[in-house]
């Protein structure tokens, strides 16, 4: 079961970092943790953050992100949901993308296991200089971020991708499901945070409906959910919002409707439509 959730509904955060950790299994690894005892190695989940830094976000909306994600980490309801962890301690690598063959690290794998790791990867975050850069390939984020989790020292009970941006994909390997459909298959779940602050136009390749194509297209793997930005303002709850239902492992509140999976359904939004703009556009 997938979730769709609209940020409006967003007041969950206490909820969420008071409620009791889903039941959940190790993930399958490739190889095993290293240099470090099992004890020492095991968290609650391996969190990939990411992170759009294509021309279509403007410098502010690339701040706010950043600090976003620096307070939520930080934040009391982030601590109160790590604390409630089965083992109290999650692992995180940060990253920012763009074109299909340019994805930076920002942060490599790092243990959040209290107020003091969580202040300083939110610093790290912080102190790195904002960049833009040209395309969006969301598959090429995807395969980025998979062989991270192969890299990580740390043996999570779940692998999550937490994908962030503001527009379909239209460049790298097409169609972006096919990106998805191999993440999910090796137990990974993709959860989106579609940007909609601006209203679509020919210069940024904004689509209406990117709520839809990120549930559609990009989305997937066991309780994944797509929280959605509609203003400037619902940055910083959003994200917050996001990362205590990826740390607490939980489903949403009852309030927060279901969507069906819908796997044997045509997408709502076609899953490449950011190729065909790109095309008609550009001819290349």
């Known amino acids: 079961m997938r979730w ?10 206490g909820a969420l970092a008071g409620g009791d950790v889903a039941s959940v299994v190790a993930a399958p690894r490739t190889q095993p943790a290293q240099q470090l005892s099992e004890k020492e190695a095991s968290v609650d989940v391996e969190l990939i953050l990411a992170v759009d830094v ?7 909306e690339l701040a706010i992100q950043r600090e976003g994600y620096a307070q939520a980490l930080s934040s009391r309801e982030f601590l109160q949901a790590l604390k409630n962890g089965v083992h109290g301690r999650i692992a ?11 994805q930076k690290i920002i942060i ?10 969580a202040d300083a990867v939110a610093a790290e975050i912080m102190k790195t200089p904002i960049r833009r850069a040209s395309r969006t390939s969301i598959s090429g984020a995807i395969y980025f971020a998979m062989p991270l989790f192969d890299e ?4 999570g009970l779940r692998r999550v991708i937490d994908i962030s941006g503001d527009g379909p994909n239209n460049n790298g390997p097409s169609p972006v499901t096919i990106a998805r459909d191999e993440a999910v298959n090796k137990g990974i779940t993709i959860n989106g945070l579609p940007i909609m602050v601006k209203e679509p136009s020919y210069s940024t390749m904004d689509i209406e409906n990117l709520d839809l194509y990120y549930k559609d297209c990009v989305t997937g793997g066991h309780g994944s959910f797509v929280v ?25 509140p009852p309030r927060i409707v279901p969507v069906a999976d819908g796997a044997d359904k045509e997408p709502r939004v076609s899953c490449t439509i950011g190729e065909k703009i790109w095309q008609d556009r550009w001819g290349r």
Do not use: Q
Not at 4 to 13: K, M, R
Not at 92 to 102: G, L
Not at 228 to 252: C, H, N, Q, W, Y
């Open 92 to 102: 995180v690598t940060y990253f920012e993308w763009a074109a299909s063959s340019d």
């Open 4 to 13: 769709w959730i609209s940020i409006g509904v967003a007041c969950l955060a």
């Open 228 to 252: 959605t930005i509609k203003s400037r303002d619902e940055f910083k709850e959003a994200i917050r919002t996001k990362l205590l239902m990826e740390v607490a492992g939980r489903a949403p």
């Open 108 to 117: 490599p794998w790092r243990l959040i296991d209290g107020p003091e790791s």
């Open 54 to 60: 294509s021309y279509s976000m403007d410098l502010d």
């Open 152 to 155: 990580n020292p740390y043996r």
